[in-house]
């Protein structure tokens, strides 16, 4: 991997020479929340915020997505895909792209996942963990791939990691941007990342946790949580890995339709309703632990299907935390 350092004073040439890419999409401050917009100028983006309430996901899997469209007796493709710029990503939130990567472009590859995935430019940004964050207890802290360029803070400055043959492109067309990395440059980016090792207030312990769920099935700290919790989904809608779908037939008119991909989520009842009227998770405690079980599962090829983001905590009604309830289950086997 080549390191280069993008100055400070050239850093909105640098997000300016992005477009020649596409349309840039980035986090920007929405009343109390952060959201991934549409911008212009580099000032408009929030370079120092925590986490976006939908993740980048939604630029992929949108929440509602026309796929089909019946016209004149025939349905159509409804495929668009624009080349776009998704500037600001987390490492959390790359590694969240790479477990969809593994869902959506195995066997049988999903045509419009894959399609947007091929023409969207990547820019990575670091970032400080504030009291929801643990994605250092599940490696998800630091992105080694899954990015074109991703940018970490110096004093006057950006070390700039460069992760893809179009990251490399970006930068020779660019090259009058960037300086090569000092010592004094390396030297700063060990000081940040230990000063942000050191900041996580969460953590989840991995050891035995798999185990652990195998063991606390009954565990009664379950029906508790589940008690408290609205099951209103909204730990689905904003997670990053989750990715429950229902597809639905639209009639516009007599002759017109259009298929729609939309979010679901595992916490609805009808999510475990199959043909014949039998529901496999028919109450909010079976629906409640599942989650945690769907969360927790390691899969040796791809780690969790969690990456420690803090969404579900942040966004939770009934402020349940992922870790606290992880926690308690693991204590209730002592």
Same mark, same amino acid.
């Given at each position: 991997?080549?390191?280069?350092?993008?100055?400070?004073?050239?850093?909105?040439?640098?997000?300016?020479?992005?477009?020649?890419? *596409?349309?840039?999409?980035?986090?920007?401050?929405?009343?109390?929340?952060?959201?991934?917009?549409?911008?212009?100028?580099?000032?408009?983006?929030?370079?120092?915020?925590?986490?976006?309430?939908?993740?980048?996901?939604?630029?992929?899997?949108?929440?509602?997505?026309?796929?089909?469209?019946?016209?004149?007796?025939?349905?159509?493709?409804?495929?668009?895909?624009?080349?776009?710029?998704?500037?600001?990503?987390?490492?959390?939130?790359?590694? %969240?792209?790479?477990?969809?990567?593994?869902?959506?472009?195995?066997?049988?590859?999903?045509?419009?996942?894959?399609?947007?995935?091929?023409?969207?430019?990547?820019? %990575?940004?670091?970032?400080?963990?504030?009291?929801?964050?643990?994605?250092?207890?599940?490696?998800?802290?630091?992105?080694?791939?899954?990015?074109?360029?991703?940018?970490?803070?110096?004093?006057?400055?950006?070390?700039?990691?460069?992760?893809?043959?179009?990251?490399?492109?970006?930068?020779?067309?660019?090259?009058?941007?960037?300086?090569?990395?000092?010592?004094?440059?390396?030297?700063?980016?060990?000081?940040?990342?230990?000063?942000?090792?050191?900041?996580?207030?969460?953590?989840?312990?991995?050891? *035995?946790?798999?185990?652990?769920?195998?063991?606390?099935?009954?565990?009664?700290?379950?029906?508790?949580?589940?008690?408290?919790?609205?099951?209103? *989904?909204?730990?689905?809608?904003?997670?990053?890995?989750?990715?429950?779908?229902?597809?639905?037939?639209?009639?516009?008119?007599?002759?017109?339709?259009?298929?729609?991909?939309?979010?679901?989520?595992?916490?609805?009842?009808?999510?475990?309703?199959?043909?014949? *009227?039998?529901?496999?998770?028919?109450?909010?405690?079976?629906?409640?632990?599942?989650?945690?079980?769907?969360?927790?599962?390691?899969?040796?090829?791809?780690?969790?299907?969690?990456?420690?983001?803090?969404?579900?905590?942040?966004?939770?009604?009934?402020?349940?935390?992922?870790?606290?309830?992880?926690?308690?289950?693991?204590?209730?086997?002592?």
């Amino acid at each position: 991997m080549r390191y280069i350092k993008l100055p400070s004073e050239n850093f909105e040439k640098f997000f300016n020479s992005l477009k020649a890419w *596409g349309s840039i999409y980035a986090p920007v401050k929405r009343g109390s929340i952060y959201s991934f917009q549409e911008v212009q100028r580099a000032e408009e983006v929030a370079l120092d915020y925590n986490r976006t309430m939908l993740p980048p996901k939604k630029f992929f899997v949108r929440p509602r997505d026309e796929i089909l469209r019946l016209k004149n007796g025939r349905w159509e493709n409804g495929t668009d895909a624009e080349p776009i710029v998704l500037f600001g990503l987390h490492s959390c939130d790359i590694h %969240g792209l790479k477990i969809l990567d593994k869902v959506y472009l195995d066997e049988p590859v999903d045509p419009y996942y894959k399609a947007r995935r091929e023409k969207t430019f990547i820019v %990575g940004i670091s970032c400080m963990p504030d009291e929801y964050c643990f994605c250092k207890s599940l490696g998800t802290h630091f992105a080694m791939d899954g990015f074109d360029l991703f940018l970490h803070e110096l004093p006057d400055g950006w070390l700039v990691r460069i992760g893809s043959v179009r990251g490399h492109e970006i930068v020779w067309e660019n090259g009058e941007l960037f300086e090569e990395v000092t010592d004094e440059d390396l030297k700063h980016f060990k000081e940040f990342e230990e000063r942000r090792a050191n900041a996580f207030q969460k953590e989840i312990p991995q050891e *035995g946790l798999a185990d652990m769920l195998d063991l606390a099935y009954n565990s009664p700290v379950w029906k508790e949580y589940a008690e408290i919790c609205l099951a209103c *989904g909204n730990c689905n809608m904003v997670c990053p890995t989750c990715r429950c779908y229902e597809v639905c037939d639209k009639w516009i008119s007599a002759y017109d339709a259009v298929r729609e991909r939309r979010y679901d989520s595992c916490f609805m009842e009808n999510h475990g309703l199959v043909a014949g *009227g039998h529901n496999f998770r028919p109450t909010r405690l079976d629906r409640f632990r599942h989650r945690y079980y769907c969360k927790s599962y390691f899969d040796p090829s791809s780690g969790y299907n969690c990456v420690g983001c803090g969404r579900c905590d942040e966004f939770c009604p009934a402020k349940i935390e992922h870790v606290k309830v992880l926690e308690e289950v693991r204590g209730s086997l002592r």
